[in-house]
């Protein structure tokens, strides 16, 4: 379902329904292993490919490659197929960026879509809400802007690199205007690029999957979105994974009334389809407590 900006606008978004996911397939055979935010590293993600010989392997954003994707997992991708989503932090210098979304490996993108690997619908939604875009505190809260292009057309940085383009003596007349610089205005657009725009989520959100991969935490984190319960449960997945938080936190008290089972892989972490921690995370250990927050 997509909403143009204009209809966007001014007016609340509608209500998601909550719908309980099918049929289990927890104990299946087939080895998919969640990575949690990679942060630059990438030596144990070739380790843990070559020890457990998974069939897909996804990423869970915050990838931070220096090199192209294709060239970091050069050795990974002779042994599996990988997927992933871009995190937050993946929009931190253009270069970053590039190296997914200009690399050989751009197609394996899971952001805003659902494919099939391994037999299972895997779909994803990769950034972070952001209030300049959209902060969904209620789900149905108005959204600032629907889509990139709309942020592109009628933000102040749009707008402004825009006119930065067409206008001679750039920097100088722009300041005496008052207006952003370009600089400014390429970075908050760069950065913009993994935030969550409304026509993605709510696209997403009338497809069905098994499984949804998500940067942002849903609501049984302490920092996480009912906006991403919703979305679970709009598509009826059975099992969400993310990234983000850093932290390996035990949800199953919240699954019942959640309506499917979501878990959090750690910084670094290594979980596989059931949830078992195959790596434990970095942080995982000196976070433990946080555990008092969920129960």
């Not at 099918?22 to 490919?49: C, P, Q, T, W, Y």
């Not at 910084?267 to 946080?290: H, P, Y």
């Amino acid at each position: 379902m997509y909403v143009s900006p204009e209809e966007s606008r001014g007016r609340n978004r509608p209500v998601l329904f909550m719908v309980l996911a099918g049929n289990s397939f927890d104990g299946v055979i087939e080895m998919i292993l969640f990575f949690g935010d990679l942060h630059g590293k990438f030596g144990h993600v070739e380790r843990a490919v070559a020890e457990h010989r998974p069939e897909a392997i996804i990423l869970l954003g915050d990838i931070e490659a220096t090199r192209p994707l294709e060239v970091e997992l050069a050795k990974v991708m002779e042994m599996t197929e990988m997927w992933f989503i871009p995190g937050n932090h993946d929009t931190d210098r253009p270069e970053l960026l590039a190296n997914l979304n200009e690399s050989k490996l751009a197609h394996r993108n899971l952001h805003g879509r659902m494919v099939t690997i391994d037999g299972l619908r895997v779909a994803g939604l990769g950034g972070v809400f952001r209030e300049e875009i959209w902060w969904p505190v209620p789900v149905d809260a108005d959204s600032h802007y629907d889509s990139y292009a709309d942020y592109q057309r009628h933000s102040e940085a749009g707008r402004g690199l825009a006119a930065r383009i067409s206008t001679k003596n750039r920097n100088e007349e722009l300041s005496r205007q008052g207006q952003m610089s370009g600089a400014k205005a390429v970075g908050k657009l760069l950065k913009h690029c993994s935030s969550i725009f409304p026509s993605v989520y709510y696209d997403l959100a009338m497809q069905e999957a098994d499984v949804l991969v998500t940067h942002e935490a849903p609501s049984c984190h302490p920092n996480g979105f009912v906006a991403i319960d919703e979305l679970a449960r709009s598509m009826r997945v059975q099992k969400s994974f993310h990234g983000h938080q850093h932290d390996n936190l035990d949800y199953q008290p919240k699954w019942d009334a959640m309506g499917f089972k979501a878990y959090g892989v750690g910084l670094r972490g290594i979980k596989d389809l059931n949830g078992i921690v195959m790596k434990a995370g970095e942080l995982d250990a000196q976070r433990a407590s946080r555990q008092e927050r969920i129960e």
